[in-house]
C-alpha cells in the first residue's frame, strides 16, 4: 500500500502540516513526515472533502446530458467526495431497483460517494408515498427523500412522509413551491424585472407559504425537514423562528443564489433560468448572512445538466437549471470568503461536516485528524481562475459563470485516501459505466 | 434605426417621428389606384409566425408587397419545443435560405431577441409572449397623431388586461418617449407586478379616470383585449363584473369628450371589454388602426432594409 503525504497543508486554513495518508485514513499530522508520493500543497487550505446534498446526475434517463460516472467526475474536480444524487430521473428513483443501481454506478466510478436520494412519492407524482422503507432497507440506505424538482404540495402527504421516515432517521428534503402560486410556466422572480420582461412570475411567497407549513409540519410529527435551495429572505426569516423553538429543520443554498441576481434575465439567455428564479440583491443579501450564521445549513448545487437543445429556446420554454459542482467551491469563496462571512472552518462547516450530519453520513464531513477517512480538499485560496466550461468534466456546458474569474480553486481531491484528482485534472479517465 | 426592432425602447423621439412621418408618405399609397412601390424590389422579407395571427401577419405581408419585397410566409406553430426542434436551429435553418429581414412572432415573451442573437439579418418583432409588440405602438401612435397632432402632453388611458400585453408594455415605451403621458387602469389582479416602477400612472378605477377627476382629461381611450381564460386563472370572477367595472359601456362613453378617440388593438370582445356603441360610434379609430397599420410597417421594412443601404451609399 502506498502512502501519500499532503506537505505543508493548512488545516482549515490554520497553521501548516504535513498530512501522511495511508490505508485510506489519515496515519499522521505533523511536519517533515515522507511518503510514496508527495503532493506539494505549501500554503494551500486544507478541507474535509465537500459534501453536495442536492445534485442531478441524470442517470437513469437522460445520459446525453450526463452519468452517474461524468457527473461524479465533476463533482471530484469540484472538490467533492460526496453526493446525494437527486431522484426525478427517468425511471424517477422510487424503487430500491433504481436507487441500488444508481449506487452501484456510483461505487463503479469510484470518484466520489454516491449517495442516492430516493423519491417521497411515486413517480412524483405527489400522491402516494413511495416504497420509502425498501429503499431505506436497500443496499443504497437511503436517508434522504425529495420529489426535488416538484414540491409535495399536499399537506397530508407531507405530514405522512415526514412520520412515515422517522424509524429510519431519514430527512425530507422539500422543494417549497406552491404550485398554485408558482405553476411549471413560472421562471422569473415575480417583481418589478418580470412585469417588464413580460415573464411569468415565481413569487417568493411561492416558497415562503410552503416553508411555513412545512416547519408547522415538522414540529407537529416531531420530525426532520430540510429545505432545499432557498431563495428569499423572508424564508429565511421562517427558518430563524423554527430553529429558535427547536423544530427540527435544516435548510440549503445554492452557490449561484449567493452571488446572482435577476437582473440577469434582462437578456433572456436559459442559462440563467433555473428553479427557484434567481432573486433580488437584497434576497442575496439575506441568504449570504443567513449562512454565515447557520441558519442556513449548507450550501448545496443543485447541479443541473442540460443539454444544449433543451436551452437553445425561448426563455419560458428552455430547461430550467445550471451546472454547481465544479464552481461550487469558487463562487463560496467569493461570496462568503472574500466578503469576510465566513473563514475556512465555516466553508468546512457548510460544505462539508453539516451536509454529511444532515444525510446521515458517516465517513464523511469528518474532523482532519488522525484516524480519520481521507476524504479531503485541497485549495489555493488565492489563484484567480476563469471559469472555462471547455474544461468541464461535467457532460453539459449550461454553467452560469463561464469567462468569471473565481477568487479560489480546488487543487486536489483525495475520496478514501486515493487521490482522484491532481493539480484540477481528474486522474483517471471516466470509465463508460 | 437600429438594426433590429425588438423593443418600443429601441427607438428614441427622432426615429419614431421620422419613421411616423415616412408612414404618412407611405399611408398615401394605400389610396392609389396602384399601390405598388420598386424600393425593395429583389428583397426577401420571411414572416416567421410561432404563434397563429392573421391581422399582423397580413399587415406586414402586405405593406412588404406594396414595397415590392418578396414575402414568405413560415407558420413555424409547434415546430420548436413539440417537435423537438430547437429555436435556434429553426431560426438558422429560416434564415440560412437568404432572407433579408425576419418578422417574427412568438407565443414566449424574449424569442424574439434570441432569434435576432443568432441570425445575421435584421429582426423586427411582431410581438413576443406577453413582452412587446414595437410596430402595435407604432400604428396606435400614428392612429393618434392622425387625431390628436403632436402626441406631447396628452394623456392616453389604456384599460384592461395590461399584465398578460404586449400591445401596453410597447405603447407605454413609445408614448412616454414621444411625450405622452400615459394612465394604465385594470383590476388589480390585471396590473403586471411592479407596474409602480413603470412610466406611467395607475388607477383601478376607470370611471374615475376617464371623467378626468383622478388623473387629468383623457385625449384618448385604448381598450385591450380581455380572454375569457383568465377568469379561471381567478383574474376576474365572471364576464358581467369585468364589463360592469371595466367595460367601455354606452354610460362610460358619455364621460368622453366627443373628439377623444376610442382605440382597440382587436380582435374586440364585443359587450366585454368594449360595447358596439364604442367600436361602432363616431369616436372609434379601429379601422384607422388597421390602415396605419400597414403604413407603419411599410415605413419599417422600408428604414430597415432600403434606409440602411442609402445610409451606407
Known sequence: MTTLVLRGARPLGGPATDVRIESGV??????????????????????????????????????????????????????????????????????????????????????????????????????????????????????????????????????????????????????????????????????????????????????????????????HTGSRLHVCHVSSAATVDVLRWAKARGIAVTAEVTPHHLLLTEDLLSTYDPVFKVNPPLRPSEDVQALREALADGTIDAVATDHAPHAAHDKDHAFADAAFGMLGLETALGVVAEAMVHTGLLDWTGVADRMSLRPARIARLSGQGRPIRVGEPANLTVVDPSSSVVVDPARFASRSRNTPFAGRALPARVVSTIYLGRMTVRDGALLQPVGAS | MTRSLLSAADLDRDEATALLDAAVRMHAVQSREVKKLPPLRGRTIVNLFFEDSTRTRSSFEIAGKWLSADVINVSAKGSSVSKGESLRDTALTVAAMGVDLLVVRHGSSGAVQRVASWVACPVVNAGDGTHEHPTQALLDAYTLRGRLGELADRHVAIVGDIAHSRVARSNVLLLQTLGAR?????????????????????????????????????????????????????????EREYAAGYGLSPQRLDLLDEDVPVLHPGPMNRGLEISSAAADGPRSVVLEQVQAGVAVRMAVLYRMLAGAAEGAA
Open chain 1, 26 to 219: 489519515i496515519a499522521e499530522l505533523g511536519r517533515g513526515l515522507a511518503g510514496d508520493d508527495v503532493l506539494d500543497a505549501d500554503g494551500l487550505v486544507l478541507l474535509p472533502g465537500l459534501v453536495d446534498l442536492h445534485t442531478h446526475l441524470r442517470e437513469p434517463g437522460r445520459e446525453d446530458a450526463e452519468t452517474v460516472a461524468t457527473g461524479s467526475a465533476a463533482a471530484a474536480r469540484g472538490g467533492f467526495t460526496a453526493v446525494h444524487a437527486m431522484a426525478n430521473t427517468s425511471p424517477v428513483a422510487d424503487s430500491a431497483e433504481i436507487v441500488e443501481q444508481v449506487a452501484r454506478r456510483g461505487a463503479a466510478a469510484g470518484l466520489v460517494d454516491v449517495r442516492p436520494v430516493g423519491a417521497v412519492s411515486r413517480g412524483l407524482a405527489g400522491e402516494q408515498l413511495a416504497e420509502i422503507a425498501t429503499m431505506a432497507r436497500s443496499q443504497a440506505q437511503v436517508r434522504v427523500f425529495s420529489d426535488d424538482g416538484l414540491c409535495v404540495a399536499d399537506a397530508r402527504l407531507m405530514r405522512r412522509a415526514l412520520e412515515y421516515v422517522k424509524p429510519f432517521d431519514a430527512v425530507i428534503a422539500q422543494h417549497a413551491q406552491d404550485p398554485r402560486l408558482a405553476d411549471g410556466n413560472a421562471c422569473a422572480h415575480e417583481g418589478e424585472l418580470s412585469g417588464r420582461l413580460g415573464l411569468p412570475g415565481w413569487p417568493s411567497v411561492a416558497e415562503e407559504s410552503i416553508v411555513a407549513r412545512d416547519v408547522m409540519l415538522a414540529r
Open chain 2, 182 to 238: 400615459v394612465t394604465l387602469v385594470a383590476p388589480p389582479t390585471l396590473l403586471p407586478a411592479g407596474v409602480g416602477g413603470w412610466p406611467c400612472e395607475t388607477d383601478w378605477d376607470l370611471d374615475a379616470t376617464l371623467s378626468g377627476k383622478a388623473h387629468g382629461d383623457v385625449d384618448a381611450v385604448m381598450m385591450l383585449r380581455v380572454q375569457r381564460e383568465r377568469m379561471t386563472g381567478g383574474y376576474f370572477p365572471t
